[in-house]
């Protein structure tokens, strides 16, 4: 088994090819992975520390240490020892079958196999024991082993085709080539490769992606490398039959590992205040501890010393009538009191009871278990159920502020689909007949039947009307197909009988597959020529030979490609693009179809559809053979190359006329947009963090209802120096600070102030809160003030988030974001999420939720509050390395707003309820204190005691913990407004744990003063007083169990037959545990005072009068609070059991009325452009390294042609 080795810290890296012992002298990492955090030899330190990072923990191994000293202990040292061990022992088996979970997705990956050269020949050999300098044969659709170094492949002078889904989330093939020098390796020939002798000397290992440096030193050459020569560890190999690598970088100095964070130890908001409240209780403690102490030392002075003849202070004590009485009684009286502070210290200790963690760790545990168990997030397809792969983080699910998404996968399904297009100023692709008139689309709407077209694909289109006008050869719709099929840099291949399209992009590949639908089939290509099959007028299909002479190759400065074909003597230039640069371009003529095709192009824009435009222009042939030469000089010009190509392809791109356009759907997954829209209204900002284009992003922002035609305004920031960044942060801010001044004079300025003024320092983030008013029971409630306002959304370019990062300017880029409701990076590379992420972590008082589904992920997944992965199509990555985990975007929705506001509603229930009930119990020693000399005698028995929380008051609060709800699933999803309180921690803060021990403090007096009232006068039938330790031991405890059960079925909103079972039966057995052990039976000390004090009448009227009294008061405050200030759950659990009255029991469906869009501003006019194309590929085509050796053989020996002298 490969083990974990550690690099040294290297400035450079040198790699010598077959030469094993001189690569060993460096140290360099193996391919070992190591994503746990712990080994067996670790785990119980390691576990242990982190455990006792839980001050509670700390505090009880102080309390255990205290207990063995049998001076000042009234409590056996076993009632602490037990339950911390077991809290300990729970905790650690839940985080080693974590981390086993872990080791065991380690040992997958560690175990997969490659062919690596070895002794001559290739073996197949496990990644963990591959190390640098070994030679490593793929195949397709291979995962890359380790970082390489291309050396051959099997395609065209050494190309290499790579997926980097699970690097950069983009699902387009990239293109490596190897050097001319290593291409002339075979794929068999293994004796040369054996002989390979070629030293690399590159860069030190580092985390950039898209940048490599470095030179090749071979037969006496260098050659330099760069990042074109590199496949990354996680990329796929694609289309290409075999290749070689050198292993470069291998494990955890793989750039795939550098952009993977450590696995971190993730604690909740409630674990950290906690901690913050036990230190105050503990503090709280002391004081009480002191003043009994102190109490207790005076006592001693004044009236002790007189009593020892009864009660003798210890052997030891000064002063004492057991010794000598050396000493004097204020130094006897001083030892007795400081005893007396660890004896109070040990019986005070109840108010942190360790059961506290047990029950914590027990609620989550049913917490995961409802989210594991619930049927609406499984995902059939794939067989697939939601999972909380920790238990420690449940309630934190009902806090979140930001969601920090990728896009590729986790919001898209990675397909496109051609949905609609304009042609000829009619647009096409809404569900038509045959005459172009309208049809409902439903379960039942037949979809058109490709069937007769041999090559046809699986389009879904509803548009008969299209169809009847290419059947009829319509001129404009033939031009149209015609353009998509040809002008593109697609390959096509057939494979058992079917026709293969490998696109460089999904959207090239749904534009040609759309075209090859409808009758216009890309058929092959060479260097010169395409070809494509037509179906004509009569359905005759013809084959239609074009001759290839320029290809005017796609960048993101251009935004558009064109072609340059002739056919029969006639020149053609095809282009499509983004619609504001090829509508710049068009002649006069097209005017009035530019006006038709602009109205549609907006109405797919405001779809979410990504649109190209489509044009064309004949051009003369003396025109054209100008412009080549022009084209040429260009081309072969040593300096400013790019610039003057750019400048020629101006000179001919103009003066076309406009065929239409397209509209293609990037798929996003099912209720994406409405779940997105759910989580914005609940008060949740989104962030994006893709590494696709600008473009593509601001589509897919807009598709999902990121980003809406309501905002009053989307930034785009994408500035290339610091200052520029600097100035357009500045200006975005400033822009929205006074927009949001100029909105306030529409509405309600003060309900505009509370919901969206944003202080400039990052710490005091506000959150969206909204009131709502009162209306009659039969009406629904909506919320006034935010919704009538659009918000601002920003999209930031990745090197401007290089720069935005900075130490300089992040906190700028922080307040900016922060006032947005939605903000898209694009270009952002995995680390760059992680940072993101990181930022709003460290500087706002907020929980962070990251989601995504590739390795690309893992970063931002480790490094936020809580990680969510998606089981998609870019491996099992982010779902091991996360928090939870299930399978479609939508899912989330339901996460938050239904399991994780039920999780921290009923954590915060549960600990407000728990340190009151403790409060109760524990304080009634400190009230008994003073009638007793504060001897830390008890004033209940010690049975009682021990059992009090564990037995008796156990049940109800767990049972109200685990079932608890104030409404149910479908009013949580309806209302997402119930989140907010989450998100201010509204439900459980120092406030509220202040009032629960201000209650506890006033029932333990009322407790005890109550039954002190009660026994002190009273008299036995036999004349004998009835108060004595027993009496009033058991009064206490009977008035003490049936208040703090009865105030939590106060508090239960929720009734299930579990909570009458064990709130009624924890009252029974109370009872029954008393009568079975202060029975004849046992002997116990406290035997028969169950069947002397439940035979008077003093006790039961006692008991009820103690009981109805403090909770009365109860009542009374909840009552007013509901009168004076109810929130909407209060609201709704009123309406809908009025409603439920109305309709004899049946529960009705409360909806929330939609927002009132603003009438003051008009809808903008966007561009949905987006094009997921890479610069290069026309080259590559024009020139012939493209294509695939066997493949159009008919090209073999050709002349070199216009297009590949022109390229």
């Given amino acids: 088994m490969g083990k974990r080795k550690v690099s040294v810290l290297e400035t450079e890296r040198k790699v010598y090819s077959n030469d094993p012992p001189s690569n060993q002298v460096f140290n360099y990492a193996n391919n070992y992975i190591c994503t746990s955090k712990y080994t067996i030899l670790s785990f119980l330190p390691l576990n242990l520390f982190e455990q006792f990072q839980r001050i509670a923990n700390t505090y009880f191994l102080i309390l255990l240490i205290l207990q ?176 070689y690598g050198l292993v470069i970088f291998a494990g955890q100095d793989t750039k795939l590992m550098k952009n993977s964070g450590q696995a971190k130890f993730k604690r909740t908001q409630t674990d950290r205040l906690l901690n913050t409240l036990i230190i105050g209780i503990v503090v709280f403690l002391l004081l009480i501890t002191l003043a009994c102490a102190i109490a207790c030392g005076v006592w001693e002075t004044l009236t002790g010393d007189d009593f020892q003849v009864y009660l003798p202070w210890e052997s030891f004590v000064p002063h004492t009538i057991l010794g000598t009485k050396a000493g004097s009684k204020a130094a006897g009286s001083t030892v007795i009191s400081l005893l007396t502070f660890f004896s109070y210290l040990i019986l005070f200790n109840t108010l942190v009871p360790i059961s506290l963690y047990v029950s914590v760790e027990f609620l989550r545990q049913i917490q995961s278990l409802w989210i594991n168990w619930d049927a609406k997030m499984y995902y059939e397809p794939k067989d697939t159920a939601a999972k909380a792969r920790t238990t420690a983080l449940n309630e934190e699910l009902g806090q979140i502020e930001y969601i920090f998404s990728d896009k590729t996968g986790t919001l898209t399904q990675n ?84 026709l293969v399209y490998q696109a460089q992009s999904p959207d090239e590949e749904a534009l040609v597959g759309a075209a090859r639908n409808f009758g216009f089939v890309f058929k092959s290509r060479s260097p010169s020529t395409v070809t494509i099959d037509v179906v004509d007028k009569d359905g005759e299909i013809k084959e239609e030979v074009y001759k290839l002479l320029c290809i005017l190759d796609f960048n993101n400065v ?20 983004a619609d504001t640069t090829v509508n710049a371009r068009l002649s006069k003529d097209s005017a009035d179809l530019l006006t038709k095709t602009s109205v549609h192009l907006n109405e797919y824009a405001n779809e979410g559809l990504r649109t190209l435009a489509l044009a064309h222009k004949e051009l003369n042939r003396q025109v054209y053979e100008e412009w080549k030469e022009k084209h040429y000089q260009a081309s072969i010009s040593l300096t400013d190359r790019e610039q003057k190509l750019h400048d020629v392809y101006e000179l001919i791109e103009v003066e076309m006329t406009l065929i239409g356009a397209t509209a293609i759907e990037d798929k996003l997954q099912d209720g994406v947009p ?40 989307v930034f785009v920031i994408s500035g290339e120096t610091h200052e520029d960044v600097k100035q357009q942060l500045t200006d975005a801010r400033d822009q929205m600070k006074e927009l949001t001044k100029q909105f306030s004079m529409h509405t309600d300025g003060a309900a505009m102030e509370r919901v969206y003024t944003t202080s400039s320092s990052p710490e005091s983030g506000q959150v969206a809160l909204v009131s709502f008013q009162e209306h009659n029971a039969g009406e629904e409630s909506h919320p006034t003030g935010e919704e009538s306002f659009g918000g601002f959304g920003i999209v930031i370019n990745g090197h401007s988030l290089v720069e935005g990062l900075s130490e300089s300017l992040e906190m700028l880029l922080l307040e900016v974001g922060c006032m947005c409701k939605a903000v898209i990076c694009c270009r952002v590379t995995p680390l760059q999420k992680a940072q993101v992420v990181d930022l709003v972590k460290n500087h706002k008082s907020s929980i962070t939720l990251a989601i995504g589904d590739g390795a690309n992920d893992v970063s931002m997944i480790k490094t936020a509050h809580i990680g969510v992965g998606i089981s998609g199509q870019e491996g099992m990555q982010a779902v091991l390395s996360s928090d939870f985990s299930f399978a479609q975007f939508r899912f989330l929705e339901r996460l938050l707003l239904v399991h994780g506001r039920w999780s921290y509603l009923r954590m915060c229930k549960f600990l407000g309820y728990f340190f009151y009930k403790n409060f109760s119990f524990t304080l009634t020693h400190f009230w008994f204190a003073w009638f007793i000399g504060f001897s830390a005698q008890t004033v209940f028995d010690a049975a009682f005691i021990a059992i009090y929380n564990v037995v008796y008051t156990s049940a109800p609060i767990v049972m109200l913990g685990v079932f608890d709800q104030d409404v149910n699933d479908e009013y949580s999803l309806e209302f997402p407004k119930l989140y907010t309180p989450g998100l201010t921690a509204m439900f459980f803060n120092k406030k509220i744990f202040a009032l629960s021990l201000l209650e506890g403090i006033l029932t333990s007096c009322g407790i005890f003063f109550f039954s002190y009232g009660c026994l002190i006068d009273g008299i036995e039938h036999d004349g004998k007083d009835m108060v004595s330790l027993e009496t009033l031991s ?174």
């Fill in 68 to 243: 063995v000293i049998p001076w000042i202990s009234s409590l056996t040292w076993v009632t602490t020892v037990v339950p911390l061990v077991l809290v300990l022992a729970l905790t650690a088996l839940k985080d080693a079958y974590d981390d086993y979970q872990r080791h065991q997705s380690d040992n997958e990956v560690n175990n997969k196999e490659s062919m690596v050269l070895r002794d001559g020949e290739f073996q197949s050999e496990r990644w963990q024991n591959v190390i640098v300098g070994d030679i490593i044969r793929m195949k397709d659709d291979e995962f890359v082993a380790a970082d390489l170094l291309l050396l051959a492949t099997s395609e065209p002078n050494s190309l290499c085709y790579i997926e980097t889904a699970e690097l950069d989330g983009e699902t387009n093939l990239k293109v490596r080539q190897a050097l001319t020098e290593t291409a002339v390796i075979g794929e068999d020939d293994v004796p040369q490769l054996s002989r390979l002798q070629c030293e690399v000397i590159c860069e030190a290992p580092n985390n950039v992606l898209s940048k490599f440096e470095g030179t090749l030193k071979l037969n006496n050459d260098t050659l330099p490398l760069s990042n074109d020569q590199i496949l990354l560890r996680g990329c796929v190999l694609r289309n290409t039959k075999w290749c």
């Fill in 415 to 498: 397909i496109m689909t051609f949905n609609k297009c304009s042609i000829g100023g009619r647009s096409f692709g809404d569900p038509a007949d045959w005459e172009g008139n309208p049809i409902q689309l439903d379960d039942n709407t037949p979809k058109h039947d490709f069937s007769k077209n041999k090559w046809c694909d699986k389009l879904v289109w509803y548009d008969k009307m299209l169809v009847r006008c290419i059947e009829e050869g319509d001129d404009s719709c033939m031009q149209f197909f015609k353009l998509l099929s040809l002008c593109h840099t697609v390959m096509a291949e057939t494979k058992n009988g079917k």
């Fill in 558 to 577: 251009r935004k558009r490609m064109s072609v340059i074909v002739e056919k029969d003597g006639k020149i053609q230039l095809l282009c499509k693009g």
């Fill in 674 to 713: 409405d779940a997105i829209a759910n989580l914005a209204n609940a008060g949740i900002k989104i962030w994006v963090l893709t590494g696709d284009k600008q473009e593509t992003a601001i589509n897919i922002g807009y598709s999902s209802k990121l980003l809406t035609s309501e905002m009053e305004e």
């Fill in 1034 to 1207: 058991f009064m206490s405890s009977s008035i003490l169990i049936a208040v703090v059960t009865l105030r939590c079925a106060l508090d239960t909103n929720y009734w299930t037959p579990f909570s009458h079972v064990f709130i009624w039966g924890s009252l029974a057995i109370f009872y029954i545990v008393h009568g079975i052990l202060y029975s004849d039976v046992f002997g116990y000390e406290y035997v028969g005072s169950l069947r002397h004090m439940g035979g008077t009448a003093v006790y039961w009227l006692g008991l009820l009068l103690c009981v109805v009294g403090i909770l009365v008061i109860v009542v009374s405050i909840k009552l007013a609070r509901l009168l004076l200030n109810s929130n909407l759950s209060d609201k709704l659990r009123h309406k809908a059991s009025i409603q439920r009255a109305k309709a004899g029991g049946k529960a009705l469906t409360l909806r929330p009325k939609t927002s009132i869009r603003r009438e003051f501003r008009t809808q903008s006019i966007r561009s949905g452009y987006a094009f997921a194309h890479e610069e290069g590929f026309g080259e590559l085509i024009t020139s012939g390294r493209y294509i695939r050796r066997g493949d159009n053989a008919q090209v073999t020996n050709q002349e070199p042609n216009a297009a590949a002298v022109n390229a």
